[in-house]
């Protein structure tokens, strides 16, 4: 998301999404280690849920939340939401 203006919620809680996160907080934190993967960022996070790469999950997570709950109230839906997104599904998978 590099030069880019504009942020949406499609790109902030896409896969590319959490590695735009970390860049994004990045500069914020005192020696945190550059990182471009999604799963790279996810790992670390869980192994240290203080760091840096776990605000940006954190971040993230709360960003898809948010998302979804503008969807459901755009389509009122009223049976549910089915969500798919591989970097919030490896987290998932991680943590169990």
């Known amino acids: 998301m590099?030069?880019?203006r504009r942020v949406s919620a499609?790109?902030?809680v896409c896969g590319a999404g959490l590695a735009a996160i970390y860049d994004f907080l990045r500069p914020r934190?005192?020696?945190a280690e550059p990182l471009d993967d999604p799963a790279a960022i996810s790992a670390r996070a869980l192994a240290e849920p203080s760091s840096l790469a776990g605000?940006?999950?954190d971040?993230?997570?709360d960003c898809y939340g948010a998302f979804a709950g503008d969807i459901a109230l755009a389509f009122l839906a009223r049976?549910?939401?089915l969500g798919s997104l591989g970097a919030a599904q490896a987290?998932?998978?991680e943590s169990l």
């Open 2 to 4: 590099s030069g880019s």
């Open 10 to 12: 499609e790109r902030v």
């Open 29 to 31: 934190a005192a020696q």
């Open 55 to 57: 605000k940006a999950l």
């Open 59 to 61: 971040l993230f997570i």
């Open 79 to 81: 049976g549910g939401l």
């Open 91 to 93: 987290a998932a998978e």
